[in-house]
């Protein structure tokens, strides 16, 4: 199992790049008072017909060449069911694919969120013209964060995978995240 979520958001929006997707989205609700943290990756690539939606499930199945298992969608499959949660995969070949977990919060097996701005920067810079949105959303509020926003800050002269472009990201997903429906009189 992968220690934290991000993680699983990691593995699941890399594949979404690697099936040639130009627009990725990755949303996480995390609710207090529904006891549940949901993710959701979606993105416009190559997608699935029926039969591989069911193999990439299986954790002795991969469509890549460089080993033998794959053990992404499995795990994060079995991450959600076992936490008390439900997990979908709809795609459609040509069209691109959804892939959606939850869990309940409190269940003792659900892992730490872990650095989501981090995995969200190093997927997004996976192949930097993907247009890669990632949404945080809690009971007080949501926070978006939209490649093509800051590729048009930087313009052509400055690459989002600059190193300090993508530390000064991550820091600010993460702390998107932290503020996420704080009001300024409460800082």
């Known amino acids: 199992m ?9 593995d699941i929006a890399a594949n ?16 207090e008072l529904r006891n549940q943290i949901k993710i959701t990756v979606s993105d416009n690539g190559c ?13 002795f199945f991969t469509s890549r060449t460089t080993r033998k298992i794959g053990l992404g969608v499995p795990f994060f499959k079995e991450l959600s069911e076992q936490c008390g949660g439900e997990f979908s995969l709809k795609s459609k070949e040509g069209a691109g694919t959804e892939i959606s977990a939850s869990m309940q919060r409190d269940h003792w097996d659900t892992p730490p969120m872990g650095d989501i701005g981090d995995a969200v920067m190093i997927a997004a810079t996976t192949d930097c013209s993907v247009h890669f949105i990632f949404t945080y959303q809690n009971d007080a509020g949501c926070f978006v964060f939209d490649t093509d926003e800051i590729k048009a800050i930087l313009g052509d002269e400055v690459s989002i995978a600059d190193a300090e472009i993508m530390l000064w990201c991550k820091d600010y997903i993460n702390q998107g995240i932290a503020m996420c429906g704080k009001k300024e009189e409460d800082l």
Do not use: F, I, Y
């Open 16 to 31: 979404s790049v690697r099936a040639k997707a130009t627009k990725v989205s990755v949303a996480v609700v995390d609710s």
């Open 47 to 59: 997608g699935m017909n029926e039969e591989m939606c069911r193999k990439v499930q299986d954790p």
């Open 2 to 10: 992968m220690q934290n979520l991000s993680m699983h958001v990691l």
